[in-house]
């Protein structure tokens, strides 16, 4: 059976289902980098956890010696790079914060697939409101909130980011975590 498309439309061709097939292919596209950069993440936590623990015992045998400007010097190498591996970490934090959001992000360009591939739905202002709700609700920052309330309210996109960069730059001294 041939499906018709925009490089052979016929009369069953609708520009809605050209809608979903690329929506659904972001949504895959989003999905498979996801999935690829799980794997160099979880490597890269392991092996920083690995460093953690080894610099902990060079800490520990370094502490267990007479002292010295040597072992002083070693203890402060040791600190100091204990410092930079935390740092490192939070930032791997902020990655699964970004990786979370992308998750979201596919998830509602699968909704809107399904709801404007559903004729009874995309016509329906209810369901409308109801699949903004359920997008809504998914969000843990209320700077997220409130870019996608500016978004609703017709912001553009420049004035939604740069409201939710504002709520940011208020809430600096409490960093918003996952």
Same mark, same amino acid.
């Given at each position: 059976?041939?499906?018709?498309?925009?490089?052979?439309?016929?009369?069953?061709?609708?520009?809605?289902?050209?809608?979903?097939?690329?929506?659904?292919?972001?949504?895959?596209?989003?999905?498979?980098?996801?999935?690829?950069?799980?794997?160099?993440?979880?490597?890269?936590?392991?092996?920083?956890?690995?460093?953690?623990?080894?610099?902990?015992?060079?800490?520990?045998?370094?502490?267990?010696?007479?002292?010295?400007?040597?072992?002083?010097?070693?203890?402060?190498?040791?600190?100091?790079?204990?410092?930079?591996?935390?740092?490192?970490?939070? @930032?791997?934090?902020?990655?699964?914060?970004?990786?979370?959001?992308?998750?979201?992000?596919?998830?509602?360009?699968?909704?809107?697939?399904?709801?404007?591939?559903?004729?009874?739905?995309?016509?329906?202002?209810?369901?409308?409101?109801?699949?903004?709700?359920?997008?809504?609700?998914?969000?843990?920052?209320?700077?997220?909130?409130?870019?996608?309330? @500016?978004?609703?309210?017709?912001?553009?996109?420049?004035?939604?980011? @740069?409201?939710?960069?504002?709520?940011?730059?208020?809430?600096?001294?409490?960093?918003?975590?996952?």
């Amino acid at each position: 059976m041939s499906y018709s498309n925009s490089i052979k439309p016929d009369l069953d061709w609708s520009q809605v289902r050209e809608t979903v097939k690329l929506l659904n292919l972001s949504a895959a596209q989003v999905d498979v980098i996801l999935q690829e950069s799980e794997l160099s993440v979880n490597t890269l936590t392991e092996s920083f956890t690995d460093i953690v623990e080894s610099m902990h015992t060079i800490n520990n045998h370094l502490l267990s010696l007479d002292s010295s400007g040597d072992r002083d010097q070693a203890l402060t190498c040791c600190s100091e790079t204990k410092d930079k591996i935390q740092r490192a970490i939070i @930032a791997f934090q902020f990655y699964d914060r970004m990786q979370q959001c992308l998750q979201h992000v596919t998830s509602n360009l699968r909704g809107l697939s399904n709801l404007v591939e559903s004729p009874d739905r995309l016509y329906n202002p209810n369901e409308w409101r109801g699949f903004q709700g359920q997008i809504r609700s998914r969000y843990t920052m209320e700077s997220e909130k409130m870019m996608f309330d @500016a978004i609703l309210q017709g912001k553009s996109v420049d004035d939604a980011i @740069a409201a939710k960069e504002a709520h940011q730059h208020n809430q600096f001294s409490d960093i918003e975590l996952f």
